[in-house]
C-alpha cells in the first residue's frame, strides 16, 4: 500500500489519464457552507425541483447530512473536473433574431453525466488495482448523489465558488463539469481554493432576471435556466422578456466572468457541438415534431425539458425577436392542445402584432 501522499498523487495522475483537466481531494468533513442548503430549501429558493428536497427516514434533507452520516466508511473526496468550453461565440456575443441560444453544456454530442461518470469509473478501476478490492469502498457521482459537489470541488482545491455560484478555477475558468468519487482511504488533501472574486459583481449586474438575491445566493425560481429547463407549464409573463432568446438554460453569468475572458477550449470531441445547436432557428424548434425530438436529442440533456418546454421557450424567442415573418408560428401554436403552448403562443401573438411587452413585474 502506498502512502497517502503517494496515493493522493496517484489518484490525480490516474484522473489526467482519464481525460480529466483538474483533480483534488477534499477531507470528509461538516463544511459550514452546507449548513446553508436546509436553509435554501425552506427559503423556497429550490423551485419545483423537488428532487433537492429529498429526505431520509428520518426527516433529514440528504444533502444536507454529512456524508459520514451516509456513508460511514467515508473518508476522502475525490474530486475530478472537465473543461467543456468550445472554440465557439458567447451568447452575449450573438444577437440573430429568429435564432435562439442553447446553453453551452447542452450541445454535447454525448450527455456529461455519461462522459464524466466513464472517467470517473475509469479512476476507479486504477484506484482498486492499486489498493486490495477488499480494502476500499467508492462511490461515484455526477450530480446524482447526497453530496453538495460545488462544496467539496472548493475544498478539494479545483476552484473557489463564485458570485454566481459556480466553480471557478484561476487557470481554467468556469466552464467545468465536476464528478466526484467518494472513498474509504484516506487521502492527503488539497488546500482548499481562495475566493478570487473581489469586489467584482459582473455576473449579478448581467442577469436579466435578478436571480441573484445576494453574492452567492440564487433565486431559482428567478432563473432563467430553471425557467427553460426545469420550470413545468407556462413561464410567469413577468419572465419572458428578460429570457430574450434562451431556449434552454443559459451562460451570461458565466459569459461576462472575468476569469473566463482567456479559459482555453477543449479539444475533446464528445464536447464539440452537434449539427445545428448553436444559435438554432426558433421557428424549427417551436414546430419540431415529436419524432424529430427525439432522434434530434437522444442522449442530450435538452430532453430534460421534454418537447413541450423546448417549444415553449422557442415561442418566447420568437415573441422576443421582433421578427413579424414569425408570426403565422405563433398563429399556429395558439391552437396547440397544451395549455403552456397555446398560452405562450397567444402572449407572443400579441408582443409581434404589437410590438410591446408586458414590463410586469419580475415576481
Not at 42 to 67: F, I, N, P
Not at 145 to 155: F, K, L, N, S
Not at 187 to 215: E, K, Q, S
Request: with cysteine; charged share 25%.
Amino acid at each position: 500500500m502506498r502512502g497517502n501522499g503517494d496515493l493522493s498523487q496517484f489518484v490525480k495522475a490516474a484522473a489526467r489519464n482519464a481525460g480529466f483537466d483538474l483533480a483534488g481531494i477534499a477531507p470528509v468533513s461538516d463544511f459550514p457552507e452546507l449548513a446553508r442548503f436546509p436553509e435554501w430549501i425552506a427559503e423556497g429558493r429550490a423551485g419545483e425541483m423537488k428532487y433537492l428536497e429529498s429526505r431520509d427516514e428520518s426527516g433529514q434533507l440528504r444533502r444536507a447530512q454529512s456524508l459520514n452520516s451516509i456513508f460511514p466508511w467515508a473518508r476522502s473526496v475525490i474530486v475530478c473536473a472537465v473543461n467543456y468550453n468550445t472554440e465557439h461565440p458567447r451568447s452575449t456575443e450573438v444577437h440573430n433574431p429568429g435564432r435562439g441560444w442553447i446553453s453551452r453544456y447542452a450541445w454535447s454530442r454525448e450527455d456529461y453525466h455519461d462522459s464524466v461518470l466513464r472517467r470517473l469509473r475509469e479512476v476507479e478501476a486504477e484506484l482498486k488495482r492499486t489498493c486490495a478490492p477488499d480494502e476500499i469502498e467508492t462511490r461515484s457521482y455526477v450530480d446524482t448523489g447526497p453530496i453538495v459537489e460545488r462544496v467539496y470541488a472548493r475544498y478539494a482545491g479545483i476552484g473557489w465558488q463564485g458570485k454566481n455560484t459556480c466553480i471557478i478555477n484561476q487557470k481554467i475558468g468556469s466552464w467545468l463539469f465536476l464528478g466526484v468519487i467518494i472513498t474509504s482511504l484516506e487521502l492527503a488533501p488539497d488546500l482548499p481554493a481562495p475566493d478570487r472574486c473581489g469586489t467584482c459583481t459582473r455576473c449579478i449586474d448581467a442577469c436579466p432576471t435578478n436571480a441573484f438575491v445576494a453574492p452567492h445566493q440564487l433565486d431559482s425560481n428567478k432563473c432563467i435556466a430553471y425557467l427553460t429547463i426545469e420550470k413545468p407549464g407556462a413561464i410567469p409573463e413577468g419572465f419572458r422578456e428578460a429570457i430574450g432568446h434562451h431556449v434552454f438554460g443559459c451562460d451570461i453569468c458565466q459569459d461576462v466572468c472575468p476569469w473566463n475572458r482567456k479559459a482555453p477550449t477543449t479539444d475533446k470531441p464528445e464536447f464539440q457541438p452537434r449539427e445545428g445547436l448553436v444559435n438554432p432557428a426558433v421557428a424549427w424548434l417551436a414546430e419540431i415534431s415529436e419524432e424529430a425530438f427525439r432522434e434530434k436529442f437522444r442522449g442530450s440533456p435538452i430532453k430534460r425539458t421534454k418537447r413541450s418546454g423546448l417549444r415553449r421557450n422557442a415561442l418566447i424567442a420568437i415573441g422576443n425577436s421582433g421578427d413579424g415573418s414569425l408570426l403565422p408560428v405563433a398563429q399556429r401554436a395558439c391552437h396547440d392542445p397544451d395549455p403552456a403552448i397555446s398560452d405562450t403562443a397567444h402572449w407572443e401573438q400579441s408582443v409581434l402584432t404589437t410590438g410591446t411587452q408586458s414590463h410586469r413585474e419580475m415576481k
